[in-house]
């Protein structure tokens, strides 16, 4: 059975920016579902949720538990705890759990580790865009080696070149990308 498109996108300093520019590209004929883990306080994440309804042409949320991820929308991991993407009866959801992270709030490592164990891991391509620390490059690897297709954003375009450094240098990148291209890609992906 053919799963649903998924693209995990991971971003902590300039992310937001970044994060801006890909979704203003997205059709709304788009055929994949997007789930973002930017580093930010979650009392901040409600109003750049809305601030992107405003000229996203599909529909974004905050996460909650247990939410349906829908084909096409964007999902942003939100809060402390740790964010998750299972599968169950059919659908992806994301999962809040009790137990908070050790380090980033989101934890992008956990959010791409729980989204290596899923079904047909060939058709989600995740993201490590711009960020201070390594947080995303050990579940970017995680996802590699499941069959995933891995980007890192390229030092070129990175206003910090930490959390896409971190993932070159431990291979965890098929490909070193700049934004402008990283966007063509999720465009692609997305057909």
Known sequence: ??????????SSTGGPGHIQKILAAIPSDFKASIVIGQHINSIFLDSI??????????????GK???????PSVVFAKGAGINEVRYENGVYRLKILDTVSDDYSPSIDRLFFSMSSLPDVSNIMAVVLTGIGDDGARGLLELKKAGAYTVAESEQTSVV???????????AA????DLEKIV?????FGR
């Open 65 to 71: 538990d247990n939410l349906v991820i829908e084909s």
């Open 174 to 177: 098929r490909e070193v990308l």
């Open 1 to 10: 059975m053919r799963h649903s498109r998924l693209i995990a996108i991971g």
């Open 184 to 188: 063509e890609k999720i465009l692609e």
């Open 161 to 171: 070149y930490g959390m896409p450094r971190a993932a070159y240098e431990m291979g």
């Open 49 to 62: 949720v809305e601030s992107l309804n405003s000229f996203c042409k599909i529909p974004v949320y905050a």
